[in-house]
Structures are given as C-alpha cells and as structure tokens.
Nanobody, 128 residues
Framework: QVQLVEAGGGLVQAGGSLRLSCAAS????????MGWFRQAPGKEREFVVA????????SYADSVKGRFTISRDNVKSNVYLQMNSLKPEDTAVYYC?????????????????????WGQGTQVTVSS
C-alpha cells in the first residue's frame, strides 16, 4: 500500500506559478512511476505528466509542455510539479498517482486506470 498526499495548490493569477508536491509513504518509492493528473469540473480526469522511478524519463501532455516540470526526490519520497505561465484553463483539481513500474514510458500510461494509488487531490485555480 502506498499513501500519497498532495500539497501546494491555491489561487494564482494567469501568468503566475505554483509548485505542487506529493509525499509518498508505505513502499519503496523508486519502484513506482509517478504521474500527475488533473480534473476540471464536468470533465474527465486527464493526464498531465509522468516520471519514471529513477527519474530517467518523463512524458508531458502537449498542453503543458514548456510550462510544467516534474521532478522527484527518491530520498524524501516526494514528487513535485512546477507550474509556470499558468493559464485559466489549467484550473482543476490536481492528483498525483503511483504505478508499480520499472519499465520505459508506454502510451497507455496516460490512462488513469494504469495507476495503482492516488492522492486526495489539491485545487489549483488560475484567475484571468
């Protein structure tokens, strides 16, 4: 069992920045690929970015490329999402997720069903 707790959400103006964090506990953190997803009201949960257990690969949704950066600290068992140049359309609840996986990126990892554990989410609101 892996427990995930997100933090760092809030209200920010368009063009601003936020840094989300996700603290993991319970299992060997480096055995898990980590992803960030988001869900806006009335919409399905969508993939934002993922990183391998070692940090060796990352994969970003086109909508956030060049603006968001994922990183992880396997000593502290944390994963981070640095969000810059925020837009109103980035407004959503952001979730971190863990997938027991030591392989390369695979396309199906954009699907929420691929992930084994989820945090409770943190709200990000970007005002125009």
């Amino acid at each position: 069992q892996v427990q995930l707790v997100e933090a760092g959400g809030g209200l920010v103006q368009a063009g601003g920045s936020l840094r989300l964090s996700c603290a993991a506990s319970g299992r060997t953190f480096s055995n898990y690929a980590m992803g960030w997803f988001r869900q806006a009201p009335g919409k399905e949960r969508e993939f934002v970015v993922a990183v391998s257990g070692s940090g060796g690969w990352t994969s970003y949704a086109d909508s956030v490329k060049g603006r968001f950066t994922i990183s992880r600290d396997n000593v502290k068992s944390n994963v981070y999402l640095q969000m810059n140049s925020l837009k109103p359309e980035d407004t959503a609840v952001y979730y971190c997720a863990a997938k027991s996986w030591s392989g390369p990126w695979i396309a199906t990892m954009v699907e929420p069903s691929e992930y084994d554990y989820w945090g409770q989410g943190t709200q990000v609101t970007v005002s125009s």
